[in-house]
């Protein structure tokens, strides 16, 4: 499989029920940190890289702040675009390969969170730089993403790649159940600072992450997960 195939694949089978799982349930703090963080107001736009079935971009829809949610799963975008038209909400949601944005000067934010995109799909250095081009100047953008110093305690960790594999148990919303091997990239906050000011970003910060408990706060050995704030 290719670097998107795998996630496709698991986004298509999965659907709705990517949203049972417990990391998905923090969705509405996470939100309102980020609403704050980055300073938004309603009417503002915001582009959410590998949107998933869309949970972060219908939370800032329900804000006023109008969403574009990206993701290379149809099965995804399906359900985002579903619950947006249900709950009558302003946000907008694109089967699009992250690493292929299309957008020029269009958004006020950006967001890429859960390993939504970023560790995932491969071509980091295209997508932030695809990222950027899309915020307007001054935009910013969040990401986050796992944290190497985390991960290399994990078994199915390799140091020389820092992606860590394991395979998961997934079910589909007609209660079929597979196993899938899944694999994602994991980061150094130094790694990171770089990869962003090559794509022309100026790191504002880098945080330890909790999801659902989203907050300005040191990064630390044991963080799962690293949150970047960036501006063009």
Same mark, same amino acid.
């Given at each position: 499989m290719g670097a998107t195939d795998w996630y496709a694949a698991a986004g298509d089978f999965m659907? %709705? *029920?990517?949203?049972?799982?417990? /990391?998905?349930?923090?969705?509405?703090?996470?939100?309102a940190f980020l609403i704050s963080l980055l300073k938004l107001k309603?009417?503002?736009?915001?582009l959410d890289v590998g949107c998933g079935?869309?949970?972060?971009?219908?939370e800032f829809a329900r804000h006023g702040i109008r969403a574009v949610g990206v993701d290379v799963s149809g099965g995804f975008v399906e359900v985002a675009r579903r619950r947006a038209v249900d709950e009558g909400l302003d946000a907008t949601f694109l089967v699009q390969d992250a690493t292929a944005l299309h957008f020029e000067a269009e958004f006020d934010a950006a967001v890429s969170l859960c390993e939504g995109a970023f560790g995932i799909c491969g071509g980091e250095d295209v997508l932030l730089a695809g990222v950027h081009r899309a915020l307007k100047p001054g935009g910013r953008l969040v990401v986050?993403?796992?944290h190497a110093l985390h991960e290399v305690a994990n078994a199915g /960790?390799?140091?020389?790649?820092?992606? *860590?594999?394991?395979?998961a148990t997934l079910r589909s919303?007609?209660?079929?159940?597979?196993?899938? %091997?899944?694999? *994602?990239?994991?980061? *150094?906050?130094?790694?990171?600072?770089?990869?962003?000011?090559?794509a022309g970003f100026t790191v504002e910060a880098v945080?330890?992450?909790?999801?659902?408990?989203?907050?300005?706060?040191?990064?630390?050995?044991?963080?799962f997960e690293v949150m970047v704030v960036a501006r063009t």
């Open positions: 659907r %709705e *029920t990517y949203l049972d799982f417990a /990391f998905t349930r923090g969705t509405v703090q996470e939100v309603a009417g503002d736009r915001i079935p869309g949970r972060h971009s219908l986050t993403v796992l /960790f390799d140091p020389t790649r820092c992606v *860590t594999t394991e395979t919303p007609q209660g079929e159940v597979r196993e899938m %091997e899944l694999s *994602t990239r994991s980061y *150094t906050s130094p790694e990171l600072d770089r990869m962003f000011s090559a945080h330890g992450c909790a999801v659902g408990a989203f907050a300005c706060r040191p990064l630390r050995v044991d963080d």
